[in-house]
């Protein structure tokens, strides 16, 4: 008995060495893939392509006052133009 007991025990010990190793190698490889997702995606974001800047509002003779503030309004809306830059040509518009 004394010897299937031994033969047990080294079992265990092997066993929990075995699971020791894999998880710290688990560990290891998760760590690694998540500074490269981190690296792939500061790169990504590097390389995207700014958003095109809307065209300044020049004053058509065609168009009347009101239509322009309303697509300066719309612009403004989406997030195209600054509150700044809203005002700077609201301005311009009414001459004030």
Do not use: C, F
């Amino acid at each position: 008995m004394p010897g299937l007991l031994r033969g047990m025990a080294k079992t265990a010990a092997v066993v929990g060495t075995a699971t020791a190793t894999r998880n710290a190698v688990n560990r290891r490889q998760a760590d690694k893939n998540a500074a490269a997702n981190a690296q792939a995606m500061d790169t990504a974001n590097a390389q995207q392509v700014p958003a095109p800047q809307a065209p300044p509002v020049s004053a058509a003779p065609q168009e009347d006052v009101i239509t322009q503030l309303e697509r300066l309004g719309a612009l403004k809306a989406q997030g195209l133009i600054t509150e700044q830059e809203y005002a700077a040509q609201k301005a311009k518009l009414l001459g004030t």
